[in-house]
């Protein structure tokens, strides 16, 4: 019995957990981790109440290139991933920290770029085929636009382009492989990154990061539609319903 009770606390010592962190539309120094690979200009609709949403298309906006492009850049201060493990709340507590603190995205010959008078590119490409292709009713605009409606739109209105991006910790590739997280007395957690793939983000200036506008609809006094854009509280819903 005596040997018993001096090799449990031990197995506890050197316990090991298994985590997967799931990296997908997370927040960075960057914006958004494109991870649906989608373009500038991108719509979509959805209802801050329900579970309702959907990809509309893209449409066409004046855009402009920002800033110089260098060769290596890093998206830090990641948050919003997802943890998926058996874990006591202070082991989870330590792997956010971690990886808040030590996890981010290599990029690679990166260059923002921006919509130019997007919400007038907006207008006048709605406004412009409200009628022909009966938007109103298909893009559900019409009930957006009621006073008390909970439907809005969002847009995609600048992204971080580059020819390559890696998901790394504390100067190692991570995706892939993984990291250890220690915690208690010579516990660690095993954690493998996911939701982040060598090919998805390879090519020539691929979107790796994007920005959103989300607007509630309303219709102005020409009986066109217009956009109140909206703030971060919306924003977050938005990011909700991409990441499920």
């Given at each position: 019995m005596r040997i018993y009770l001096l090799l449990f606390p031990?197995?506890?010592?050197?316990?090991?957990?298994?985590?997967?962190?799931?990296?997908?539309?997370?927040?960075?120094?960057?914006?958004?981790?494109?991870?649906?690979?989608?373009?500038?200009?991108?719509?979509?609709?959805f209802d801050m109440e329900t579970d309702f949403f959907t990809k509309l298309e893209v449409i066409p906006i004046p855009q402009k290139t920002y800033g110089k492009?260098?060769?290596?850049?890093?998206?830090?201060?990641?948050?919003?991933f997802k943890i998926n493990g058996n874990l006591e709340k202070a082991v989870e507590a330590n792997i956010r920290?971690?990886?808040?603190?030590?996890?981010?995205?290599?990029?690679?010959?990166?260059?923002?770029?921006?919509?130019?008078?997007?919400?007038?590119?907006?207008?006048?490409?709605?406004?412009?085929?409200k009628e022909k292709r009966n938007?109103?009713?298909?893009?559900?605009?019409?009930?957006?636009?009621?006073?008390k409606s909970s439907l809005r739109l969002a847009m995609v209105y600048a992204t971080v382009n580059a020819?390559?991006?890696?998901?790394?910790?504390?100067?190692?590739?991570?995706?892939?492989?993984?990291?250890?997280?220690?915690?208690g007395w010579r516990g660690e957690a095993d954690v493998k990154v996911e939701g982040l793939s060598q090919e998805q983000f390879s090519g020539d200036q691929v979107p790796v990061f994007v920005e959103y506008?989300?607007?509630?609809?309303?219709?102005?006094k020409n009986g066109n539609y217009d956009f109140d854009l909206r703030g971060a509280a919306e924003e977050d819903r938005l990011i909700g319903f991409l990441r499920d």
């Open positions: 031990l197995l506890l010592l050197t316990a090991c957990k298994f985590v997967t962190v799931n990296i997908s539309h997370v927040e960075t120094t960057k914006g958004y981790l494109n991870s649906g690979i989608e373009d500038l200009g991108q719509l979509y609709l492009q260098f060769r290596t850049q890093y998206a830090s201060d990641i948050s919003g920290a971690e990886v808040a603190a030590n996890s981010s995205i290599e990029i690679s010959n990166a260059q923002r770029v921006s919509g130019v008078e997007t919400i007038t590119a907006l207008s006048s490409f709605i406004n412009g085929q938007l109103g009713t298909r893009w559900k605009l019409d009930a957006a636009s009621e006073e020819d390559q991006a890696t998901a790394r910790h504390a100067n190692a590739v991570s995706t892939g492989g993984g990291f250890k997280v220690p915690f506008y989300v607007f509630k609809v309303f219709k102005n």
